[in-house]
């Protein structure tokens, strides 16, 4: 048995994938809110195959407002 023999996932059904989709969404939406970004974004994950990495880019490539306010603040207090 081969690792890409367990990745393939044109054996696995597709019903599978929502499953796991269906249990990451909640800490998903929940992160991207704590970020300060819309929830919407969570919505990628539905896209087989990428949607993993569509969400991760949507953190990565964004500015989030949480963190903002959170340097204002401390920029703030040493003031």
């Not at 044109?10 to 704590?34: E, G, N, T």
């Not at 993993?52 to 306010?69: G, H, N, R, T």
Request: hydrophobic fraction near 60%; charge should be positive.
């Amino acid at each position: 048995m081969e690792l890409f023999d367990y990745i393939d996932l044109s054996k696995q059904p597709i019903w599978a994938y929502y499953i796991a989709v269906a249990l990451m969404m909640a800490p998903v939406v929940r992160i991207f809110m704590r970020a300060g970004l819309r929830p919407h974004y969570a919505l990628l994950l539905l896209v087989p195959l990428v949607g993993f990495i569509l969400a991760a880019c949507a953190l990565a490539f964004q500015k989030w407002p949480a963190a903002e306010a959170l340097v204002l603040k401390k920029r703030e207090k040493k003031s």
